[in-house]
């Protein structure tokens, strides 16, 4: 009874969105709606008024960059949500634990093969931030990157090298780094122009557009690299 | 209909992925599991807005020496570019909860969550 209520529910909205799929425009076609609006604008004036010449930078942090600000914030009121859950201790005697999970070490294969990947993974994350305006990257994907380098380590190392990798107090401070780089260049905008994470479009005074783009860039990369390596480490820690 | 949808292959392998997704939502009882199928659903819906700003022979869309129209659209790829963030976001606040019912009640599967009420 309930498998034929199951499939019956799959098929009704398969039907549905593949009613709906098929109304599309042509898959590729250079008339669908999404091509011929807005994205024509970015993609013909964005190169010479937004700093970046990856556009997909240009619209996360130029274009779109309130957005993009709410989104850096959403990361790190997640990690503290996460913080929250996982070491709040109020009902502490009520708590039953579960069975302790078996602790295995790392097989020497692994060890061996994070310890001579390292220091590439940790270039190529930083070579990802660091060009995101020209070529496909930026700061979230190359710090998730440092972050999975962290978290490896964390997996490889003694518990007491791999606490030394992200030292308590500094780490505290670069959680909150994406947020405090976009409120920095924000405010510098509100200053120098007026406006509120503002950035100047004028052909002569591009170089400091890009040099902007560049901090948040940086600054993303860090800011998110330390929040992902953080919640691995609440979520792993015994209490 | 089956022409248009032969056409739009990659939005139909899109639907056909979030349909995994939902199954795995409604007929997996482990809570990680479920989360997981929710992410499948996730993952459908971006691939089905990435697929959206493709443009037949387009380049990618970054300017410089040798680009040239057409472009991929950019567009999506940024906002989806934020939706996969949010959603790794959301997968951590989830998988700490997991963690959190875990201790406090010893299983994961929602049936037995239910009986235990």
Redesign the interface.
């Known amino acids: 009874m309930k498998r034929a209520l199951t499939a019956a529910l799959l098929v009704a909205v398969a039907a549905l969105l593949l009613a709906a799929v098929a109304e599309l425009p042509p898959h590729g076609s250079p008339d669908s709606p999404p091509y011929t609006h807005v994205s024509a604008y970015y993609l013909e004036h964005g190169p010479d008024e937004a700093g970046a010449e990856n556009m997909v930078t240009n619209v996360i942090l130029n274009y779109r960059g309130f957005d993009t600000q709410g989104e850096v914030t959403v990361i790190v009121t997640a990690m503290l949500a996460v913080l929250a859950v996982l070491l709040w201790t109020g009902q502490a005697e009520g708590d039953q634990p579960g069975p302790a999970p078996a602790a295995t070490g790392s097989s020497l294969v692994v060890r061996f093969i994070v310890r001579v990947m390292a220091p590439f993974i940790a270039v190529f994350g930083i070579y990802v931030i660091l060009h995101g305006h020209v070529t496909p990257g930026g700061g979230f994907q190359g710090g998730t990157m440092i972050g999975a380098l962290v978290i490896a380590l964390t997996l490889v190392l003694e518990d007491t090298r791999s606490a030394a990798l992200l030292p308590r107090r500094p780490a505290r401070l670069l959680q909150v780094a994406a947020p405090l780089t976009f409120f920095g260049v924000g405010v510098i905008g509100l200053v120098l122009w007026g406006e509120y994470l503002y950035y100047p479009r004028d052909p002569s005074s591009l170089w400091i557009t890009e040099l902007l783009l560049l901090v948040v860039e940086a600054g993303i990369g860090l800011g998110g690299a330390i929040v992902i390596a953080t919640i691995f480490r609440v979520m792993g820690a015994q209490r | 209909?089956i022409d248009?949808?032969w056409?739009?292959?990659?939005?139909?392998a899109s639907?056909?992925l979030?349909?995994i997704g939902?199954?795995t939502v409604?007929?997996r009882e482990n809570l990680i599991k479920k989360f997981m199928g929710l992410n499948i659903m996730e993952t459908a819906v971006f691939a089905f807005i990435v697929?959206?700003?493709?443009?037949?022979g387009?380049d990618?869309?970054?300017?410089?020496s040798g680009a040239a129209?057409?472009?991929i659209?950019?567009?999506?790829?940024?906002l989806i570019?934020?939706g996969?963030?949010?959603a790794?976001?959301?997968t951590?606040?989830a998988?700490?909860?997991i963690?959190?019912i875990?201790?406090?009640?010893?299983?994961i599967e929602a049936d037995e969550l239910r009986e235990a009420e």
């Open positions: 209909m248009a949808l056409q739009n292959l990659d939005y139909a639907v056909v979030f349909c939902l199954y409604i007929t697929a959206l700003g493709v443009v037949e387009g990618a869309p970054i300017a410089g129209p057409p472009f659209n950019p567009l999506p790829q940024a570019l934020t996969i963030v949010v790794v976001s959301t951590a606040l998988l700490s909860l963690i959190r875990w201790r406090q009640c010893g299983t």
